[in-house]
């Protein structure tokens, strides 16, 4: 990897001579060395300040430059095509996200940082039990309401405990996006990403780590963070766990507060951007303000590019997401997934609780140092669960069903005429199994509810036609024939009963 790792103001560099140089040499031969520049320069210039001056652009002219000795060699860059994994990388990224373990050498640099940031052991109990304070007290924060809920990973021990506690989850949870969005053929061969928001850099990491498999594929990493405690850790984690590989560029940070950007204090042409846990933070800005914020940042988005919105799977932070989405939805960027609309209509976001599931992780060693004590199970974060929204540009969605004018099923938003009575549906299944060892449950929806609707499946009604909803991957698309309608008074919500003569149907 070639590291150009800092911190740039908010204001763009104007355009330099080197440049116009670097491009017309570039133009003449496939490969050059970068000190053949000097000969085309009139100021005296090292080889290195040549390439400060010319590194943010390289990705963008489709230039790799590869350290040779105290030189540069630049090569010509493949072109950005979809990504496509062979057999073997999905089986490299299945079994590593089967298994959700962090790397060693992740765990080694996190635990360095520490003892540096601290001057003792990153072990030492006195250290783990002022992480364990600031895990319990950003808890507390997060489950409070209003102006009274201030979540803070801004300094000393708070972003200590982050790195022990939020970091692995969202490490792993990341790569299981990027995974199934590679799968959907939404990834190129070359990627500019930017994280905004990143604190210590834990999508960055998950980036870097993630593209570090794949031997086919280049990514330019950029990010947005206002605080300097989570830029020092920033610095120490994320360009020194990529610095070996030369698929994987790390470029400087940019220093702003998310709400005060413009489109203009962005790169261009950008490939993916990525607000993960980090808007819901943003209590200053009303839901229509950070609508305005995203809809303006987007104009560096190139046209089939994606936008990915990530939040905790609590019922506030999901339902706030629906509500951004069906905002965002209105300003022109269109719903990829997971929502499908397959009745074309619109649902009503409100009332959304919609979260993924995942395999749990395997905890770090820090993350089981800290749980060695009385209490273990206040400092175990280790199941994978969260909200999430892709939006993009163009008209792409991952879900091409659309149901048929005559097809006779019933629309959810009618489901009220049919208290008791069993009726056919077609729906997009929007949760795992919320249920327990005497009850499947999962939440469904088809765009039409004005009510949460459940499909629950008995465990001695589970037969061959109607077990299949245990193998339909979240947001995919389910047809379900001769299932019960219940008022449940309790929820004021229905649930759809599966009996041994329902059947349910994947939709491919």
């Not at 373990?101 to 109990?125: A, C, F, M, V």
């Not at 280049?218 to 070996?244: F, R």
């Not at 009726?423 to 765009?447: A, R, T």
Request: with cysteine; hydrophobic share 40%.
């Amino acid at each position: 990897m070639l590291l150009s790792f800092g911190i740039v103001p908010l204001h763009k560099m104007p355009a330099n001579k080197v440049l116009s140089v670097l491009k017309y040499v570039s133009r003449m031969k496939k490969e050059f060395m970068l000190s053949e520049l000097k000969d085309y320069v009139e100021d005296e210039m090292s080889i290195q300040t040549i390439y400060d001056e010319v590194s943010s652009s390289l990705f963008d002219l489709r230039l790799n430059a590869v350290p040779m000795g105290n030189d540069f060699r630049i090569t010509r860059a493949p072109g950005k095509e979809t990504l496509v994994l062979s057999p073997e990388d999905k089986e490299l990224m299945s079994s590593f996200l089967k298994f959700g373990t962090i790397p060693k050498k992740l765990q080694r640099l996190i635990e360095q940082y520490i003892g540096e940031k601290t001057s003792k052991d990153w072990d030492d109990p006195i250290v783990l039990e002022k992480m364990r304070w600031a895990i319990q007290s950003q808890k507390a924060g997060y489950w409070k309401e209003g102006k009274a809920r201030k979540i803070s990973y801004e300094k000393g021990y708070s972003i200590l405990g982050y790195l022990a506690y939020q970091f692995p989850v969202y490490f792993i949870q990341f790569q299981h996006i990027l995974y199934g969005m590679e799968l959907d053929g939404l990834l190129k061969t070359r990627m500019k990403i930017v994280d905004f928001g990143t604190g210590p850099g834990t999508v960055p990491a998950a980036i870097a780590d993630h593209y570090m498999r794949l031997g086919n594929a280049e990514v330019d990493i950029h990010s947005v963070e206002l605080y300097d405690e989570n830029l020092e850790a920033y610095k120490h984690i994320v360009p020194e766990y990529a610095k070996d590989n030369l698929n994987v560029k790390v470029e400087e940070t940019i220093k702003a507060n998310i709400k005060d950007l413009t489109a203009d204090d962005l790169p261009d042409k950008v490939d993916m951007m990525v607000f993960s846990n980090v808007l819901n933070e943003i209590s200053e800005l009303s839901l229509d303000e950070k609508a305005a914020l995203l809809t303006e940042l987007s104009k560096k988005l190139v046209d089939d590019g994606n936008i990915v919105l990530i939040e905790p799977a609590d019922k506030a932070n999901s339902t706030e997401l629906r509500r951004l989405m069906f905002a965002l939805k209105g300003s022109g960027l269109n719903v990829y997934s997971p929502c499908s609309f397959i009745w074309c209509a619109g649902c009503k976001p409100d009332e959304c609780w919609s979260f993924e599931q995942k395999n749990d992780i395997n905890p770090p060693v820090l993350m089981k140092k800290l749980a060695d004590c009385e209490e273990p199970f206040r400092y175990l974060n280790t199941d994978i669960k969260y909200s999430y929204v892709i939006l993009r540009k163009d008209r792409q969605t991952r879900i091409k069903f659309k149901v048929p004018l005559k097809a006779k099923f019933a629309r959810l938003a009618t489901i009220d005429k049919f208290a008791d009575k069993r009726i056919n549906i077609v729906c997009s299944l929007m949760s795992g199994d919320l249920g327990d060892n005497q009850y499947s449950v999962y939440k469904v929806c088809d765009g039409t509810s004005r009510k949460q609707v459940y499909v629950i499946l008995p465990f001695h009604n589970m037969n061959v036609e109607n077990n299949a909803i245990k193998e339909v991957e979240y947001g995919g698309i389910i047809k379900i024939y001769d299932v019960l309608v219940k008022y449940n008074e309790d929820k004021d919500s229905y649930n759809l009963i599966l009996g041994k003569m329902s059947a349910v149907e994947k939709v491919e």
